[in-house]
């Protein structure tokens, strides 16, 4: 469904990733692992449309969208939910999900997928005229992927969703991700969690300095013991 053909980036002479390639099927949830600095934000911004490339591709559905806007991307069925959630501090938490759907025009299926958010995130529906400044760390994170689901993605770019959280909110959020995919979303999931993240993701890429050092299905990565030793405290 998406697949990235050695992708090199750059930010000035710094040289971010390095040939980068990488494939999600469709329904699967699939981690890129790292630490700070690594390339990880890079890659899902590059894929958006917010970062552009020097060279490679970013197939999609087997299209060539690395030159495509990111509101086009978006049109298209990928969405991102960046980094430090990003929400809209001085907007209700209500008007911040009516933007994700900011490129539609189906008024009655966009009340329909706003029932849906809600259902999925009843917290965020018992605070939906607060600003969405006054929510938790948790609330908005919540808030941040319902925006994004607003936009009807195929593909859902997930980065670091448990920054910040305190671990009972960040199994709490994992387990709405999963249940994201389970109705039919496919995602790619930036972490730094890599304990939880690769329990509940299908295959994983470990990238270091801007390159994919590891791949693998997730259960072989959480038990090879050089992935322990750097990612998982072992």
Known sequence: MLELHNLNVYYGAIHVLKDVSLKVNKGEIVTLIGSNGAGKTTTLR???????LKS??????????????A?????MGISH?????????????LENIEMGAFTRTDKPQIKKDMD?????FPKLYERKNQYAGNLSGGEQQML??????????NILLLDEPSM?????????????????????TTILLVEQNANMA???TNRAYIIRNGVIDMEGDAASLLNDEKVKKAYLGG
Do not use: C, H
């Open 46 to 52: 590059t894929i958006s449309g917010i970062k552009k």
């Open 56 to 69: 490679g591709s970013i197939e999609y559905d087997g299209r060539d969208i690395s030159k495509y806007s």
């Open 71 to 75: 509101s086009d991307i978006v049109k």
């Open 81 to 93: 939910v960046p980094e430090g959630r990003r929400v809209f501090s001085t907007m209700s938490v």
């Open 116 to 120: 849906k958010v809600f259902s999925l």
């Open 144 to 153: 941040s992927i319902g925006r994004a689901l607003l936009s009807r993605p």
């Open 164 to 184: 910040g959280l305190a671990p009972i909110i960040v199994k709490e959020i994992f387990s709405i991700i999963q249940d994201i995919n389970e109705n039919g």
């Open 198 to 200: 690769l329990k509940y």
